[in-house]
């Protein structure tokens, strides 16, 4: 059984940084594409970014592009959200998750993993 504990959102104001992070379970974690989603209130979830087992392949979604990245250390099993310059729009639950398939492509779906954390609310003031 694969276990996600995501961490580090909170209140800020806007224009403010925020680092997420999320650590999972089990040793085989530099085998696992890992995401990060998150989803607003009366929202469906959505993509933010996902990285690829060794960190060579990086996706972003349109809305957080040049303002956020994510990083892994394959040594620490954590993936990594870096998020700058945040806006009131990035007020939501943010989730990392896991696809732990092998298969090549990194998922920027929801239904590409299979293992989710249980989300860390980040509110961001205007």
């Known amino acids: 059984q694969v276990q996600l504990m995501d961490s580090g959102g909170g209140l800020v104001q806007a224009g403010g940084s925020l680092r997420l992070s999320c650590v999972v379970s089990?040793?085989?974690?530099?085998?696992?594409?890992m995401g990060w989603f998150r989803q607003a209130p009366t929202k469906e979830r959505e993509f933010v970014a996902a990285?690829?087992?060794?960190?060579?392949?990086?996706d972003y979604a349109d809305s957080v592009k040049g303002r956020v990245t994510i990083s892994r250390d394959n040594a620490k099993n954590t993936v990594y959200l870096q998020m700058n310059s945040l806006k009131p729009e990035d007020t939501a639950v943010y989730y990392c998750?896991?696809?732990?398939?092998?298969?090549?492509?990194?998922?920027?779906?929801?239904?590409?993993?299979?293992?989710w954390g249980q989300g860390t609310q980040v509110t961001v003031s205007s």
């Open positions: 089990g040793r085989t974690f530099s085998t696992y594409h």
């Open positions: 998750a896991a696809d732990t398939t092998r298969r090549l492509r990194v998922g920027v779906l929801s239904e590409d993993y299979d293992y």
């Open positions: 990285i690829s087992r060794s960190g060579s392949r990086k």
